[in-house]
């Protein structure tokens, strides 16, 4: 492509230079405005619909309830099982286009010998609504894990929004900090009073403080552990593979581990192999 360019004597440097940077403005537009055959690099997250981890086979935001005001939902994902194989195949070069029995056998080879980096080029965000005492737990959680939750200081909490238990249950006496069965019938009904009690006085005091003028980050201070909060999680495959085996054991407080299941439920349509084989038992 050839500029006109005109110099004359009286031409100074400045002058030529925006004559020149004019003229290339308007050559790279006309060039830039031709068409011209897109060139169109296929993503590692594509997969075809419907089969075994392929984001359309998931349904689409769902909700799982859990205890008696809480939920776990799904927001938003990244990638799907295939996401992972490509991670790993990458080392080679190569790149697939469908998931197969192949691919399965992969992954599962990944999660067995602890070649866990595949697994972290997966993402979803999930939003949950649990008692803050289920949170406190969770949020240990920090590694391949972001958290979001709901301020005190932004919005004032309503008035029922905290956790009832449906039973009471007595402490471990081997777990020292588990517990183990039910408390003795008789005591059910006065336990529920006092909680109940403890619950919605702490509300009415935090009513009472922000209706005499204090602001909603000191008033928030009495409100009980019980209390339902939101929070946005997003976190990798593995990471939610590493909540789950952990919060859906036996050990772990009940409440977490209802959590635990409805997480695991709404990820498995997501990430069927990779989410099996990351759990699966490798004893002995």
């Not at 799904?74 to 190569?94: Q, T």
């Not at 939003?127 to 005190?152: C, D, L, T």
Request: glycine share 6%; charged share 25%; net charge positive.
């Amino acid at each position: 492509m050839r500029l006109g360019l005109v110099v004359t004597p009286s031409s100074t440097p400045r002058a030529l230079m925006r004559l020149i940077s004019s003229m290339l403005a308007v050559s790279i537009k006309n060039s830039m405005s031709r068409s011209r055959p897109c060139v169109c690099w296929p993503l590692p997250f594509s997969q075809a619909s419907g089969e075994a981890g392929s984001p359309e086979s998931a349904m689409t935001n769902p909700e799982i309830k859990v205890l008696d005001k809480g939920f776990v939902r799904v927001i938003d994902h990244m990638g799907s099982d295939l996401s992972v194989v490509n991670a790993a195949r990458v080392s080679f070069g190569k790149q697939k286009e469908a998931f197969d029995e192949g691919d399965a056998k992969l992954v599962a080879y990944l999660a067995e010998h602890e070649h866990t980096s595949p697994f972290r080029h997966t993402a979803l965000t999930l939003h949950v609504k649990a008692p803050i005492f289920v949170f406190r737990q969770w949020m240990k959680h920090r590694i391949g894990s972001e958290f979001n939750e709901i301020s005190g200081r932004y919005v004032e909490f309503p008035e029922d929004e905290f956790f009832v238990p449906a039973t009471f249950r007595r402490q471990a006496k081997v777990n020292k900090q588990g517990s183990e069965g039910e408390i003795d019938q008789a005591n059910g009904p006065r336990a529920m009073e006092s909680y109940l009690e403890s619950c919605r006085g702490a509300v009415a005091h935090y009513k009472e403080l922000l209706s005499l003028g204090v602001c909603r980050e000191q008033a928030r201070c009495v409100l009980p552990v019980a209390l339902y909060s939101e929070v946005y999680w997003t976190v990798s495959l593995q990471a939610v593979a590493h909540f789950i085996r952990l919060r859906a054991d036996g050990h772990a407080q009940w409440e977490i581990q209802q959590y635990a299941a409805a997480v695991r439920q709404v990820v498995e349509p997501i990430y069927p192999v990779g989410l099996k084989a990351l759990l699966a038992d490798r004893k002995g």
